[in-house]
């Protein structure tokens, strides 16, 4: 699934500098059209097996993204946010030292998607102060009417856990004094990525 024939390149943003909200958006638009079309009418292609055409439909499956990339991507907050920084639950900043399991409520896709809509019918002098109140921005995906921002904006592992400088020390004992059992010990759910088994094989620390 990693090599070029399976991969399609989408677009390529300009420079020099890191694209805002509203810029990434808007060259995400006319990406997300075409996945309407896709989905909505499908395309017709030409097998060997069906060579009059077989009606073909597409759908997106998830986002996945480094933290910083996602939020844009996925209209969210960015993890600076003392209201809403993780995209998953409703925990304030201020709660993630206790860890209380009581403050990670899901959010919701559905309430997500409502409030990126009135982000989007808002003034722009006002859409900041509304993301700062709902952790929400509007998103061109939000267009797709099978896309929920929740369940399909994919948790980067790798920055996340893999090379998390300050998560690793707090979830895996023995801070950078990490061996091979270790790693074989960690949990990941149906929704990650898959581990890499022999990642200290290969340095004697995870951080990178």
């Given amino acids: 699934r990693y090599r070029v024939y399976n991969l399609s390149l989408c677009a390529v943003l300009p420079g020099p500098h890191e694209p805002s909200n509203e810029s990434?958006?808007?060259?995400?638009?006319?990406?997300?059209?075409?996945?309407?079309?896709l989905y909505l009418s499908g395309v017709k292609i030409n097998t060997p097996n069906h060579p009059e055409g077989?009606?073909?439909?597409?759908?997106?499956v998830a986002l996945i993204c480094d933290h910083p990339a996602l939020c844009k991507i996925g209209g969210f907050a960015d993890?600076?946010?003392a209201r809403w920084p993780c995209t998953q639950c409703q925990?304030?900043?201020?709660?993630?030292?206790?860890?209380?399991?009581?403050?990670?409520?899901?959010?919701?896709g559905e309430l997500h998607k409502r409030r990126?809509?009135?982000?989007?019918?808002?003034?722009?002098?006002?859409q900041d102060?509304?993301?700062?109140?709902?952790?929400?921005?509007?998103?061109?995906?939000?267009?797709?009417?099978?896309?929920n921002p929740i369940t399909m904006c994919?948790?980067?592992?790798?920055?996340?856990?893999?090379?998390?400088?300050?998560?690793r020390p707090n979830f895996l004992a023995g801070g950078d004094n990490i061996n091979i059992v270790q790693v074989y010990r960690v949990a990941c759910g149906t929704r990650f990525g898959s581990l890499a088994v022999?990642?200290?094989?290969?340095?004697?620390r995870t951080s990178a």
């Fill in 91 to 108: 925990i304030r900043r201020a709660d993630i030292p206790g860890f209380a399991s009581a403050a990670c409520r899901p959010r919701s």
């Fill in 54 to 60: 077989r009606l073909v439909r597409v759908a997106l």
């Fill in 24 to 37: 990434l958006q808007h060259f995400l638009r006319p990406f997300v059209d075409d996945l309407l079309r």
């Fill in 116 to 126: 990126a809509a009135r982000h989007y019918t808002l003034p722009p002098d006002k």
């Fill in 129 to 147: 102060d509304y993301t700062r109140k709902y952790g929400v921005r509007w998103s061109e995906f939000n267009r797709l009417p099978y896309f």
């Fill in 198 to 204: 022999k990642l200290i094989k290969s340095s004697s």
């Fill in 154 to 167: 994919v948790i980067d592992p790798m920055h996340s856990l893999l090379l998390g400088k300050r998560l």
């Fill in 79 to 81: 993890q600076a946010s």
